[in-house]
């Protein structure tokens, strides 16, 4: 069965630098989506990256694909207080999505 | 911007005892989708619906569990007898188009005792 994995596990950084996190999965997909959750509450939709895509950017995020390893990396640029957050992939291949863990990531003032 | 509403956001109950987790998706969306996430773990999928019916299911998703439309705008989902190992948090999920951005609500806080 699918399964998004993501790493490292937890990310903790200074203010204002970039953060890297990865996912990879197992199956083959149509889309992969990447979701914040701050503590306790719910998915909030970040960007979704097509199987078709090699890259993709939003503001200051960036995506990259690559299905010929089955994994993503989402880099967030000139990082702020308030993504502070758990960052998680999810693969869509029929409807469902398959998510990882998760990267705990902590922005340090 | 249309958002997908669950309530209530937290729910305490009883082992045994039946709830009904509440969600309206976004209006014009045409899938929707349970997830769970016990605390702190990674989200799992419990079961998708479109054209008023289940159109996959994971192995979670086991008798105690139903799903419902009632109405042009609700999407319920029914646990029957309740069980410490349901105390999770539940997210409902919508999208337009089966293969697009599923868009997720706050979340139902279930706490079984």
């Known amino acids: 069965s699918q399964q998004g994995e993501e790493d490292p596990q937890a990310l903790s950084i200074q203010e204002g630098e970039n953060a890297t996190m990865n996912c990879s999965y197992k199956t083959s997909i149509n889309n992969l989506q990447w979701y914040r959750q701050n503590s306790g509450r719910g998915l909030v939709h970040l960007i979704l990256i097509r199987s078709n895509e090699r890259e993709k950017h939003s503001g200051r995020l960036r995506v990259t694909l690559d299905t010929s390893k089955k994994s993503s990396s989402l880099l967030i640029t000139a990082s702020r207080a308030a993504d502070t957050a758990s960052y998680f992939c999810?693969?869509?291949?029929?409807?469902?999505?398959?998510f990882g863990q998760g990267t705990r990531l902590t922005i340090n003032p | 911007e249309p958002e997908v509403t669950q309530t209530p956001s937290h729910q305490v109950t009883q082992m045994g005892q039946e709830v009904i987790l509440r969600c309206v998706p976004i209006?014009?969306?045409?899938?929707f989708y349970w997830y769970r996430q016990i605390l702190g773990q990674k989200v799992e999928f419990l079961v998708s619906f479109y054209n008023n019916e289940i159109s996959e299911k994971s192995e979670i998703f086991d008798d105690q569990f139903s799903v419902e439309r009632p109405d042009g705008s609700n999407f319920t989902l029914k646990i029957r007898s309740t069980k410490l190992e349901d105390s999770a948090m539940y997210f409902c999920?919508?999208?337009?188009?089966?293969?697009?951005?599923?868009?997720f609500g706050p979340g139902t806080r279930l706490l079984v005792l």
């Open positions: 209006s014009n969306h045409l899938y």
């Open positions: 999810g693969s869509l291949g029929a409807q469902k999505l398959v």
């Open positions: 999920a919508s999208d337009g188009g089966g293969l697009e951005t599923q868009y």
